[in-house]
């Protein structure tokens, strides 16, 4: 199957296109969205997180549950809005630890797209989601196509930082060998629970850190 995906991705994912169940996925969602169903994020950026960082450019995984679904929300990015849209709770409570942990003003702009560029998978488990309807597309055949993605940078690369944030994103990843690469966890950054221990977790500075550490530039949060 011919998959629109940035090239290094499509090379290390091949043998997942053609697999049943990705066949049946795409056709579902394909479906979705010819039906005139209000499908997020829009067609062309159901991959942008692939398209925006390279597999040879990952250096840090964040792992999201589904998109955003309401409208002008999501683009392909987990916890990202484009340019000029309200940065959501979660994000807010993000840019906030960032705020206290590095020591300098948060951004205003939600859009993570700059993060994406230097390296980070800014990667939901579930890709699509029907608008007003969270989790509308959980047991399709996403989680599956993910689970693919994790286990291809955790068994191909190693001095990798993943951001675990909450339990859903732990369980995802918990096939990574912590030996090999940075594995920070905390509760999810939600207002529900950040101020449980995700407030004060100093995830940025503790990835930086550990990447110059490693001989790799640090991420500009």
Known sequence: ???????????????????????????????????????????????????LCPFDSVRVVIIGQDPYHEPGQAHGLCFSVPDGITPPPSLVNIYKEIQDDLGR?????????????????????????????????????????????????????????????????????????ADKNLVLKSVHPSPLSAYRGFFGCKHFSKANEYLVAHGSEPINW
């Open 105 to 177: 003003p948060s951004a205003t702009n939600g859009d993570l797209t700059s993060w994406a560029e230097q390296g980070v998978l800014l990667l939901n488990s579930t890709l699509t989601v029907m608008a007003h309807l969270a989790a509308s597309h959980a047991g399709r055949g996403w989680e599956q196509f993910t689970d693919a993605v994790i286990r291809a940078i955790a068994t191909q690369k190693s001095g990798v930082v993943y951001m675990l944030w909450g339990s859903y994103a732990q369980k995802k990843a918990e096939f990574v060998d």
């Open 1 to 51: 199957m011919d998959v629109k995906i940035e090239e290094s991705w499509k090379r290390v994912l091949a043998d997942e296109f053609n697999k049943d169940y990705f066949i049946k996925l795409t056709d579902f969602v394909r479906a979705e969205y010819l039906a005139g169903k209000k499908i997020y994020p829009a067609a062309k950026n159901i991959f942008n997180a692939f398209n």
